[in-house]
């Protein structure tokens, strides 16, 4: 190496901040050299004469570690961008698609129609959309349609002029004139009257409207987003609900899970409860007993997100010790009711199962990507790869009807 040696090149690697691995090769005796090289940023050495087969090794080793830091990277790339969405918990597939469409469509202006039963953050969407678009700085503005009459919810979205009905004293804006530049969450859209959907759709066409009583043409600039726990389809073949206002609504859709459908979550959302209502408490509790968290996973939450929030908040009030027991969250799971979530029940499992759910539940986590499962569960690919070839034949401790379902 003329003009300069081995650790003078170690140096302008490091002052260059290259993106590479190096691999030192060192005469025999030569090894404080390699010590000191790897001291300053190599990777690994080998001894002359080379040994080959050695070498390969270690070649291997370091590409496969170049492939995880590079997809850790990627990982903690979009870990980051979803931990910015506020007040939104899950690690579920069903919940990172939720996360990934609230990304990808809260920056354009088109109105959403979110979807889901009753409790399942449908207004914690709504605010994230708005949170990540380019009205964040704007109001965001909500209404809860069901619970108005119609003379009241049409005052309350447009607006009224003094003297439009008995006790306008004074006019008033609405809704929309207070969302401008802004986002507007209509929840329970399903339940507004023809007359409302009338002047909805108008809205949704013209971007303008007239307060009640007056004729003057107020222009406004408001993203729409909606939610219904009905079935708007089924309403509109009813003639319940108009069928040009439903696809104006619904230029993008978004299917909130029901927390039955994605059990893997509970533990996450009862832990962030749990810590939020001990705080508010001033109660020293640090965790739940094993079967607490089983009947929370057990249990099939007719009220989603909403009632697990309720039951963490009654076991944090009643508990009389310092970990929540079973008795104190107050639900019951019926003696009838199967384990369908394929959580293994501890006690009762075998460490063949435990070992099996904490490898396919960690794969599905990882997109299929056998590397960074195992990282995560801090093992070889290798592993992961021989435990899957056995999950297949069915030669994994388990019955082989529990490796069919899987």
């Known amino acids: 190496m003329p003009g300069m040696d081995g650790l003078e090149l170690m140096k302008k690697v490091r002052e260059r901040e290259l993106d590479c691995v190096v691999i030192v090769m060192t005469a025999h005796g030569a090894i ?6 790897m001291r300053d940023g190599a990777a690994d050495y080998v001894a002359k004469p080379v040994n080959v087969e050695e070498l390969t090794l270690v070649l291997a080793r370091e590409i496969e570690r170049i492939r995880l830091r590079r997809e850790a990277g990627q990982l903690r790339q979009l870990v980051s961008e979803r931990a910015r969405i506020k007040n939104l918990i899950g690690s579920s597939p069903a919940m990172q698609s939720v996360f990934d469409t609230v990304l990808q469509v809260a920056p354009s202006r088109a109105s959403v129609l979110i979807t889901g039963e009753s409790g399942t953050g449908k207004e914690l969407v709504a ?3 708005h949170e990540h678009s380019t009205r964040s700085k704007g109001p965001f503005v909500k209404l809860h349609c069901a ?19 008995t006790g306008a004293v004074a006019r008033r804006d609405g809704r929309f004139q207070q969302a401008d530049r ?9 339940e507004i009257s023809p007359a409302i959907q009338v002047k909805l759709l108008r809205f949704l066409q013209e971007h303008e409207f007239e307060r009640v009583g007056g004729n003057q043409t107020v222009k406004v600039d408001v993203r729409i987003v909606a939610a219904t726990n009905r079935d708007l389809k089924d309403r509109v073949q009813k003639g319940l609900f108009r069928e040009d206002l439903y696809y104006r609504l619904n230029v993008v859709s978004l299917a909130m899970p029901a927390l039955r459908e994605r059990p893997s979550d509970i533990p996450l959302l009862a832990s962030h409860f749990l810590t939020r209502f001990v705080k508010e408490n001033e109660k020293q509790i640090g965790s739940f007993s094993d079967e607490a968290l089983q009947r929370l996973v057990r249990y099939d939450w007719p009220g989603n997100v909403r009632e697990l929030e309720n039951a963490i908040e009654r076991a944090v009030v009643v508990c009389r010790g310092n970990t929540i027991r079973p008795e104190d969250l107050g639900i019951v799971v019926p003696a009838s009711a199967k384990n369908d979530s394929g959580v293994p029940e501890i006690p009762g499992a075998s ?15 990882a997109g299929g990507s056998t590397s960074r499962a195992a990282e995560i569960l801090k093992i070889s690919p290798r592993k992961i790869q021989y435990k899957l070839r056995e999950y297949e034949a069915g030669r994994d401790g388990t019955s082989s009807d529990h490796a069919h379902e899987e």
Not at 32 to 37: H, L, N, T
Not at 182 to 190: A, P, R, S, V
């Open 147 to 165: 619970s108005l009459a119609e003379t009241i919810l049409e005052s309350e979205l447009f607006g009224h002029e003094r003297g439009a009905f």
């Open 351 to 365: 460490l063949p199962e435990i070992e099996r759910y904490a490898i396919l539940k960690t794969l599905e986590q």
């Open 127 to 129: 605010a994230a959309l």
């Open 32 to 37: 404080e050299s390699a010590v000191k090289a």
């Open 182 to 190: 802004g986002t507007l969450f209509l929840d329970e859209i399903g």
